[in-house]
């Protein structure tokens, strides 16, 4: 039996069970490929929401990692090899993501994986990664992600849960608001942005009101608006994504309150998704915030013509998987290895260098082999790295929607 005559169900249960390729009646050298150390293609996997709440950013976030991956194979790719790409799917559910990484891993001998927008999901698929000795470069924010001995594996390209926070109460207190409560999905992401908003909002004179939780998918949010708007906080975060914000913002238009809504740019932009969810009128005045290019970011730029979306666009989650390729290419070529023990160390001074910024990868590379430095200004952001593997230095946008456009009101810190 060959590998692609197997049911994708059969493998993904021997996957799960931790049965090896012989369990299924095949041999290694039928199912498993020659790893790239022989000179072949250097590979690299995606493991992206392609189905599943997280579904809205899953072919964002492939459509980013194929361009950056073309783009730096037509100038003639890594240590002389090109990259090539797996993407999976997990399906926004961990059981699924851990079976997925477990095949780009085994099946696919990918050194590196990329995406994970879940963070639940990439809770699962970490200590897989780290045993395995592969670079795992998620979005997924929750703090979890980068604590503990990771071995120096985990590369976080998103905020963090706590950083996050810390920028919405920023931006409720600059907007004037004395009391908030908050409104917040049960996911390990969505819950940890909570105390830090809690602690920096007390911090710079507010209240908190109220903090009440919801679940993925319920029927009806009206029990936990009525809960938390009837006491009229002049400011509500709610932590969340576009289908569960789309609903509570409806509901909240339907009944009339009008406390100031604050949410992430991916539940209340997500590329104008939002907007044709609800409508211009319940959509006015809805504040978003997201560490994303806020200015003349050249990076971001780039990625915006290699993926063909019009200047001025507003993505999130596809500039961070860019980045991604883009770090791991230049990490690649700096350590002259595609083993993850060799070029996660060279990570850090891609991004943390005193070089000249340098916008376009292939530029970096070229700048690698010519022996001068520089270091990689983000799409997202011109982060830099902590050394547990957390972004620093990332600037917040401050959106507001009106006449059902997104519009730049400001930045604000996460300190």
Same mark, same amino acid.
């Given at each position: 039996m060959s590998f692609s005559t197997l049911g994708r169900r059969t493998f993904l249960a021997a996957s799960l069970l931790g049965l090896g390729v012989g369990a299924l009646g095949l041999?290694?050298?039928?199912?498993?490929?020659?790893?790239?150390?022989?000179?072949?293609?250097?590979? #690299?996997?995606?493991?992206?929401?392609? /189905?599943? /709440?997280?579904?809205?950013?899953? =072919? !964002?976030?492939? *459509?980013?990692?194929?361009?950056?991956?073309?783009?730096?194979?037509?100038?003639?790719?890594?240590?002389?090899? =090109?990259?090539?790409? +797996?993407?999976?799917?997990?399906?926004?559910?961990? %059981?699924?993501?851990?079976?997925?990484?477990r095949k780009l891993i085994d099946v696919d001998g990918v050194s590196a994986i990329t995406g994970v927008w879940s963070s639940a999901v990439a809770l699962a698929v970490r200590p897989l990664a780290i045993e395995k000795g592969v670079a795992l470069l998620p979005n997924g924010s929750a703090d979890e992600l980068t604590e503990g001995d990771t071995k120096g594996l985990v590369w976080r390209f998103q905020t963090n849960g706590k950083d996050w926070g810390r920028a919405f109460a920023n931006a409720a207190l600059k907007d004037g608001a004395k009391t908030a409560s908050i409104l917040v999905l049960q996911t390990p992401f969505t819950l940890s942005t909570v105390k830090p908003f809690e602690e920096a909002f007390k911090a710079?004179?507010?209240?908190?009101?109220?903090?009440?939780? $919801?679940?993925?998918?319920?029927?009806?949010?009206?029990? !936990?608006?009525?809960? *938390?708007?009837?006491?009229?906080?002049?400011?509500?975060f709610v932590p969340s994504y576009i289908p569960e914000f789309s609903a509570i913002a409806k509901e909240v238009y339907r009944s009339g309150f009008d406390s100031k809504l604050y949410t992430f740019s991916h539940a209340a932009d997500s590329d104008g998704k939002f907007v044709k969810n609800v409508g211009k009128q319940v959509a006015e005045g809805i504040n978003h915030v997201q560490a994303?290019?806020?200015?003349?970011?050249?990076?971001?730029?780039?990625?915006?013509?290699? %993926?063909?979306?019009?200047?001025? %666009?507003?993505?999130? $989650?596809?500039?961070?998987? +860019?980045?991604?390729?883009? *770090?791991?290419?230049?990490?690649?070529?700096?350590?002259?290895?595609? =083993?993850?023990?060799? $070029?996660?160390?060279? #990570?850090?001074?891609? *991004?943390?260098?005193?070089?000249?910024?340098?916008?376009?990868?292939?530029?970096?590379?070229?700048?690698?082999?010519?022996?001068?430095?520089?270091?990689?200004?983000?799409?997202?952001?011109?982060?830099? $790295?902590?050394?547990?593997?957390?972004?620093t230095d990332l600037d917040y946008g401050h959106f507001r929607v009106t006449d059902g456009t997104s519009k730049l009101v400001g930045t604000t810190p996460s300190k």
């Open positions: 041999s290694p050298l039928t199912a498993i490929p020659a790893h790239a150390a022989d000179g072949g293609p250097i590979r #690299i996997g995606l493991l992206a929401p392609l /189905t599943g /709440t997280g579904g809205p950013y899953g =072919k !964002e976030e492939e *459509v980013a990692a194929r361009a950056a991956v073309d783009h730096i194979n037509a100038a003639g790719g890594v240590l002389g090899r =090109k990259l090539e790409l +797996f993407v999976a799917d997990d399906e926004t559910a961990p %059981t699924a993501g851990v079976a997925a990484a710079g004179g507010g209240e908190i009101l109220d903090v009440v939780y $919801f679940n993925p998918n319920q029927p009806s949010y009206r029990a !936990e608006v009525e809960k *938390v708007f009837s006491k009229n906080p002049q400011a509500v994303v290019p806020v200015g003349n970011n050249g990076t971001y730029q780039l990625y915006l013509k290699l %993926t063909n979306q019009k200047p001025g %666009t507003l993505v999130a $989650f596809g500039a961070n998987v +860019f980045d991604e390729i883009n *770090v791991l290419a230049l990490a690649i070529e700096k350590a002259g290895s595609d =083993k993850a023990a060799a $070029f996660t160390k060279a #990570i850090p001074g891609i *991004v943390n260098s005193d070089g000249p910024a340098v916008t376009d990868p292939v530029e970096g590379l070229k700048l690698i082999r010519e022996g001068k430095p520089f270091r990689y200004a983000g799409a997202t952001s011109d982060f830099r $790295f902590a050394p547990n593997g957390d972004q």
